[in-house]
């Protein structure tokens, strides 16, 4: 369901002269016409080898993280744990990105 809006973002980031200035509805209805329903998933094999190992490096360490976190912070109510997780996930968010970027 996402592929899609992964090329969509691709081709704003390009600023891709087809598509310039259209909103997201028309830019997938164009692709729809100009390409056919198989130009949603171009670049998709490409995505999923990029998202795959980030995905994976960010669910390990969030749980590392938050372990970690709440050693260290004592955490006590639930307000100071959604600091936590917000905390943890953006530290983890921050871990796959290094790794994944490099």
Do not use: W
Not at 10 to 27: A, F, H
């Amino acid at each position: 369901m996402t592929a899609p809006f992964e090329r969509i973002i691709i081709l704003k980031q390009t600023d891709n002269p087809v598509y310039r200035g259209d909103s997201i509805p028309k830019m997938l209805v164009k692709m729809l016409e100009k390409e056919g329903f198989s130009s949603y998933f171009k670049g998709n094999g490409v995505n999923v080898c990029r998202i795959f190992p980030f995905s994976a490096i960010e669910l390990y360490t969030f749980e590392i993280y938050k372990q970690q976190f709440s050693h260290l912070l004592q955490i006590n109510s639930e307000a100071q744990k959604k600091g936590l997780y917000l905390l943890a996930g953006a530290a983890s968010g921050i871990t796959a990105a290094t790794f994944v970027k490099l």
